[in-house]
């Protein structure tokens, strides 16, 4: 069959391969230089949302929504947080493991004036600048809003005890860290798919 029924099959094998040319080589265009794009042109920012005087937390109310989640912060009290910056601008997470993510990705240049998030025993807001959190990683032995999140304690003996008790993963005093060491790898434990 060498005939006119072969040549349209030649003429459409010859139109694929061109049409797949033409599709690989616009991917290629469309994508980007490979040479010298930084992996950090990817990342999330998020930005300050709400007005906060940063002397103390403000109230959280059903319009305040979490920058990194978009969960409402008023309905996880056992959870939520705040953070304030000195240009009084700041922002409510739902939970401490939002907030950890928001002091990485913030584009607020402004220092932190104050920053709150719950105890884990008690549920009342406590001073995160002073508070011990407790990097638990094994997301299957929770059950807390947002998958995981630190377990923040306002007294170090606290944080401390509850490492003793916790028996789902084998954790240290070396996995209590303090506010001023929250940094990218560890927000990245909680949220780093939102990041």
Request: with cysteine; hydrophobic share 35%; net charge negative.
């Amino acid at each position: 069959m060498n005939g006119p029924n072969r040549r349209p099959l030649e003429r459409r094998r010859l139109l694929g391969l061109l049409g797949a040319g033409l599709l690989a080589g616009g991917a290629g265009c469309l994508g980007g230089d490979e040479g010298g794009a930084d992996e950090e042109d990817d990342e999330r920012t998020v930005d300050p949302t709400l007005e906060h005087p940063g002397d103390e937390p403000v109230a959280f109310t059903d319009e305040q929504n979490c920058p990194i989640c978009n969960m409402t912060p008023a309905d996880y009290p056992n959870w939520h947080g705040q953070v304030a910056h000195e240009d009084g601008t700041g922002a409510a997470f739902d939970t401490p493991g939002c907030l950890f993510a928001y002091l990485v990705i913030t584009t607020s240049d402004s220092p932190v004036a104050g920053a709150w998030t719950a105890d884990f025993e008690t549920g009342d807001l406590v001073d995160a600048t002073e508070a011990h959190f407790v990097l638990i990683t094994d997301e299957t032995a929770v059950d807390d809003p947002m998958k995981i999140n630190p377990r923040t304690f306002a007294n170090r003996d606290d944080a401390v005890a509850f490492l003793e008790e916790y028996d789902a993963e084998d954790l240290t005093e070396e996995d209590i860290v303090g506010f001023d060491e929250i940094d990218r790898e560890t927000a990245e434990i909680y949220r780093g798919n939102r990041m």
